[in-house]
């Protein structure tokens, strides 16, 4: 037999409800062969809010683990050693945080913490252009991973402080070339932050290189992706060597880990993500010098909820019947010598390197992020991506194309076919975080936070102040709004107003729009309205403002005059929003699951406003069961993944304010044309 490569980490990404149910699937998914961990906190922690804020609502427990305090990192990580566990931390603005528990619990191990291994996301650039879970300001939150970066050099060396996230890209929009571009722009920034920032000794730079890892994405694309990784290669070395001199070619390797596109999961046919899954499994394994050093990958059924341990169980299979069942790991890279791959490769580093060079002519990422460039270049990008694929120029299987299909045995049963969280569990740890600050030492907690205040105005690092506020027992909320006090806060610009107008208005989808438009200006005569106004809303803390874009810019190419603030509101502010601009109606989006506490809410905040004829529509992922419980509280439509025709959806927004007025729908009307 031939000698065998070292399989990559194998993860899933997991957590949810509470520490204590995360840390119970935790030790069962290393049971069946899991050799890393990789923790989804939920949104409250993500963007520091404790359990018992207002914006936690009905968000708590829902898309990862709520981590509060100390007490709930002990609780996440009983049982598991953590100086011989591989731990990925998806968390970006509250990083240096997380980190801080995770060391102060494994030195309550008895854990050396120079020996703990693991990342943190800690790429706070992508969060201003898609996840959406930033706190502070750019130049604040640079100062942190900076911070975080050279106390991890010093006292944690095996630990990544940073991955620089380019999955977020794609989600977002990004074609391979942006994805190249901005993930590298961002690169430049933090190493050129670290540097500047006299933390660091010039020799020791060749250490940060060696830790900075990358998180990337990718599509089912496979051939055009795989190439996308060894260009990433090929641009990382010679980034590192020419604008840092760093020599060891060990040290500018390029370091990555994966979860494969979830963007192009489908609630349609939804067992066709399973092949899915496996051909971008491909694009990250296939080529040795290009290999991912960690792979997690989605469940077949991500696009309709909350996968259940089986679900993820299988994902993780795939990785093992591939490691160690096929011969792929027997053999040096596939592709050395193929003129096609380096073809692509070429065209593709050509591409972002012109890129790059455009960003650091404005002044680098910040200022792109500032001005909105990034932002409107990635939601242009988005749109051209669904123009294409409603227009079926790309073909998307049981989507837009090869639509019959048999009943599915995976899907008989919707309600049964994801994990639902207890909605009592987000009053469990609500109770519970309560009972953590009454037995604490108030004063201590008070002291740390005041420290942590006085040193955060000044140079100061971070980090140990950071470690001090976990071991006095401060909570999540109050080391992230002690931080807000001093940094202030931040909303970063939404990109739907410099994004493209729609221009090619060919075939069936250029006759639909103009029709849509149409019965926009009709309407708004109809009603004696100047413009229709639709109001676009984010409730809660869901971040993933991809679908919200989306149906804003649409709108707006049909003729609305679209509201859309952004993130991370209140009930009570959408609702003031929606009576202040007299708007004709609201559309709410929440991909994270809390559509069943904040649906209701603004429904009665915009009752109570008396504002009666104005119809609320939903999207999101929504199980159907949810959906009719929905409708059946006055929701007038609600919209999941299944329907990825936005001008269709425009349409539909466009009668339900038509029926709200007393008017025949506009498909009524064409019907009755055409008799």
């Known amino acids: 037999m031939a000698e065998r490569d070292r399989p990559w980490l194998m993860r899933t990404y997991a957590g949810h409800s509470s520490a204590s149910a995360s840390n119970a699937l935790y030790r069962k998914n290393l049971a069946k062969g899991q050799t890393g961990l990789s923790v989804a906190f939920d949104l409250p922690t993500q963007t520091g809010y404790d359990p018992d804020h207002v914006l936690a609502k009905g968000e708590v427990g829902r898309v990862g683990v709520p981590v509060g305090h100390l007490g709930d990192m002990r609780a996440l990580f009983d049982g598991i050693p953590l100086e011989r566990t591989n731990t990925s931390m998806t968390i970006n603005a509250t990083a240096m945080w997380l980190l801080a528990m995770y060391q102060v619990v494994a030195e309550e191990q008895g854990a050396d913490i120079a020996k703990l291994t693991g990342t943190t996301q800690n790429d706070i650039i992508k969060e201003y252009l898609s996840r959406g879970t930033h706190v502070f300001p750019p130049g604040p939150s640079i100062r942190l991973t900076t911070d975080m970066i050279a106390y991890t050099v010093a006292n944690i060396p095996k630990w990544n402080p940073i991955n620089i996230c380019s999955y977020h890209l794609q989600e977002a929009g990004a074609t391979p070339v942006q994805e190249l571009a901005f993930a590298m722009c961002t690169a430049i920034a933090v190493l050129d932050a670290v540097r500047d920032s006299g933390q660091v000794a010039p020799e020791q730079m060749g250490e940060v290189v060696a830790r900075i890892s990358f998180f990337v994405n990718a599509g089912v694309r496979f051939v055009e992706e795989m190439c996308k990784l060894r260009a990433f290669g090929r641009i990382w070395d010679a980034v590192t060597r020419e604008r840092y001199g760093i020599t060891d070619a060990k040290q500018r390797r390029f370091r990555y880990g994966v979860q494969v596109n979830s963007l192009g999961l489908t609630e349609a046919q939804p067992e066709n993500n399973v092949q899915r899954i496996v051909l971008e499994m491909l694009a990250v394994t296939l080529s040795k010098d290009a290999r991912a050093r960690a792979v997690q990958l989605p469940a077949w059924n991500e696009a309709l909820g909350l996968p259940r341990p089986w679900d993820q169980q299988w994902s993780l299979r795939i990785q093992q019947v591939l490691a160690y069942e096929s011969d792929l790991l027997e053999y040096g890279d596939l592709f050395d010598g193929s003129h096609v791959v380096e073809a692509k490769v070429q065209e593709l580093v050509s591409g972002a390197e012109a890129e790059i060079e455009k960003v650091l002519g404005m002044g680098g990422v910040t200022p792109a992020v500032e001005t909105g460039y990034l932002k409107a270049a990635l939601v242009g990008s988005h ?293």
């Not at 009943?407 to 994990?419: R, V």
């Not at 926009?520 to 874009?549: F, M, Q, W």
């Not at 809410?601 to 529509?617: M, Q």
């Open 383 to 675: 749109a051209e991506r669904r123009a294409r694929i409603e227009s079926g120029q790309d073909k998307v299987v049981g989507v837009n194309c090869f639509e019959t299909t048999e009943p599915s045995p995976l899907t008989a049963d919707l309600d049964t076919a994801i994990m639902q969280v207890d909605p009592d569990s987000e009053r469990a740890v609500v109770e519970a975080f309560a009972g953590w600050r009454e037995q604490r030492d108030e004063e201590a907690a008070q002291a740390a936070l005041a420290e942590l205040k006085r040193q955060a105005a000044t140079g100061a690092n971070l980090m140990p102040p950071t470690l001090d506020c976990v071991r006095a027992g401060v909570t999540t909320g109050e080391w992230s709004f002690a931080l807000r006090d001093v940094f202030g806060e931040y909303r970063a610009p939404t990109g739907v107003g410099g994004a493209p107008i729609t221009g090619a208005l060919e075939g069936e989808s250029g006759a639909e729009l103009l029709a849509v438009r149409e019965a926009v200006r009709a309407t708004a005569e109809d009603i004696g309205a100047g413009r229709l106004r639709l109001l676009v809303g984010k409730p809660g803390l869901d971040g993933h403002s991809n679908g919200a874009e989306q149906i804003a810019v649409r709108a707006r190419d049909a003729g609305f005059e679209v509201v859309y603030q952004g993130i991370r509101l209140t009930p009570e502010q959408i609702t003031s929003a929606a009576v202040a601009e007299d708007v004709h109606c609201v559309g709410l989006s929440i991909l994270s699951g809390a559509h069943a506490e904040l649906v209701p809410d603004v429904l009665r905040r915009l009752r109570r406003a008396g504002v009666e004829d104005v119809p609320v529509i939903v999207g999101g992922i929504i199980p159907s069961a949810d959906e009719q419980e929905l409708l059946a509280q006055g929701v007038a439509a609600v919209f999941t993944p299944k329907d990825f025709g936005i001008t269709h959806i425009i349409g539909r927004i466009v009668d339900e304010i038509r029926r709200a007025h007393g008017l025949a729908p506009m498909s009524a009307l064409k019907e009755e044309t055409l008799r």
